[in-house]
């Protein structure tokens, strides 16, 4: 029924008049441009095209091992854990939401479904749209509230496994109340770090600008941090970024407004950066202009601070340097090839190893980077980028127990079903058996 289903809805959402419908509803809500909505959709359809026919079965495929004797064997099963909860931010109105929903259904649990209030109009037409489709109405709850009153529903209705993705704070703060019982998708301070071989430099300037800036810096995958090798800090890749950063405009919404942080919480941010020895303003640092964006909202240029690498690695320096900031901001910083060493401490110390890009083609240098790190989702080669969460890829947090996934069948089997094994063992006695002696 749920390949039919999405089926079905894969097919509504190729409609160039449903995929526009949603695409603007997206930008209704989230600040991002057209390009980028139309991104979530046609993510989520490829999704559900993905699980269409028969693949909703297989992803519940299960195993037999022989046993010892006749009759005996074992059968491993996928097995869904029946009441769940999914709560999800505002940054990916129906990407992150309309993946989870499927994974936990197509694993056979009954879900309630809370998404951030700002957005939540597009995935209530979404399940509109999957109702169209053939969904059961009974098959899934979903309810409209803020995080106070969804923490108080987790404790009450006790639901046997909750996914959650949003902040590093809210995140904590469940894994107590509900005793652990949750796996998490949440911050991203993501590091992109530009290997010693130069090669195709508007390209990579590019990447870096859309990783940074593209919806205001507001994915979890946005590029927080670079760490460019001295020969590219040489070459004229920062003055191509802050190029294409200045061609982005408040009018398409290729930079717009941040949801999260006021304008002012991230000069203040920039200016305390700024006061680190040898740090220095490369682009942006200012408010946006002609604007009616109210005042609890960020407006800022895309902006990038340089911060001399040992300054970085300072104990009083390096959680103010590596503190995520959801919006158009980045830290740029230069290494030698002897310091590749203290790059590679600085990722360590990181808390999220979410998204990560080793931009080059120098395979021992790759192998190096990519042996001491331990990011989920690590895109390695000359084209490395650290956003982009594509259908086709796992996107997830690694290094940590509570981590979940989107978006593959490893990712819906693990976040949405938990293993059960049962052993068969029918028979018949051996003939003549009798009770031996206890052991
Ligand atoms: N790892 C990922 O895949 C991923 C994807 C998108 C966003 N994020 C992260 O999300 C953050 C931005 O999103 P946000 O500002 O909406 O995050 P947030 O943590 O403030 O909110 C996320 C969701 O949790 C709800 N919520 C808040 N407090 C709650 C509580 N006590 N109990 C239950 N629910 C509660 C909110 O209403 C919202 O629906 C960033 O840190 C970003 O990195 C992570």
């Known amino acids: ?6 089926n079905k809805a894969a097919h509504m959402l190729s ?8 695409t603007r509803l997206i930008q209704r809500v989230a600040p991002k441009s057209y390009q980028q909505a139309l991104g979530e959709v046609y993510v989520t359809q490829k999704f559900l095209e993905n699980f269409s026919g028969d693949q909703v079965r297989f992803l519940a495929r299960s195993f037999a091992v022989p046993g010892n004797h006749l009759g005996q064997q074992s059968h491993g099963y996928r097995w869904p854990y ?3 909860a999914i709560v999800t931010p505002f940054n990916f109105p129906l990407e992150i939401p309309a993946l989870q929903l499927m994974g936990a259904l197509y694993m ?9 209030s700002k957005v939540s ?6 399940i509109r749209l999957l109702h169209h489709c053939g969904l059961p109405m009974e098959d899934l709850d979903f309810i409209n509230s803020d995080g106070k009153t969804m923490n108080k529903l987790l404790l009450e209705a006790n639901p046997r ?16 109340d509900l005793k652990g019982r949750i796996k998490l998708e949440d911050a991203g301070f993501d590091w992109k770090i530009l290997g010693p071989d130069v090669q195709e430099v508007d390209y990579v300037a590019w990447v870096c600008d859309q990783d940074a800036y593209a919806c205001s810096g507001q994915k979890c995958s946005a590029q927080s941090i670079v760490f460019m090798h001295e020969n590219w800090f040489k070459s004229s890749l920062i003055s191509r970024m802050k190029d294409l950063a200045a061609k982005r405009k408040l009018e398409d919404l290729t930079i717009g407004p941040v949801l999260t942080f006021t304008t002012e919480a991230m000069l203040e941010h920039m200016n305390k950066l700024l006061q680190i020895p040898g740090s220095e303003l490369l682009f942006g640092g200012k408010a946006l202009e002609n604007h009616s964006i109210p005042p609890i909202y960020g407006a800022l240029k895309p902006t990038a601070i340089y911060v001399p690498l040992e300054e970085i690695l300072k104990d009083g320096n390096y959680e103010l340097v590596t503190r995520e900031i959801f919006g158009p901001f980045q830290v740029v910083t230069d290494y030698k090839d002897n310091q590749l060493p203290r790059v590679l401490e600085a990722l360590e110390r990181m808390h999220a ?3 990560a890009a080793v931009v080059s083609n120098d395979s021992l240098f790759l192998q190096e980077v990519i042996g001491k790190s331990v990011n989920g989702t690590t895109y390695a080669g000359l084209r490395a980028r650290t ?6 890829h796992w996107f997830g947090p690694a290094g940590d127990p509570r981590g979940a996934g989107i978006g593959t069948p490893e990712a819906i089997k693990l976040v949405w079903s938990c293993h059960r094994e049962i052993i068969y063992d029918i028979g018949p006695l051996p003939s003549h058996w009798e009770i031996p002696p206890a052991t």
């Open 161 to 176: 496994m909750t996914l959650f993705t949003g902040s590093s704070r809210v995140a904590d703060k469940l894994a107590v």
């Open 121 to 126: 109009i597009v995935m209530e037409q979404m």
């Open 353 to 355: 190893h979410l998204t």
């Open 387 to 392: 956003t982009g969460a594509p259908q086709n």
């Open 108 to 116: 056979g649990n009954k879900p309630i479904l809370k998404v951030d």
């Open 82 to 84: 029946g009441p769940v």
């Open 1 to 6: 029924m749920l390949g039919d289903i999405s």
């Open 15 to 22: 409609l160039p008049k449903v995929s526009d419908f949603f």
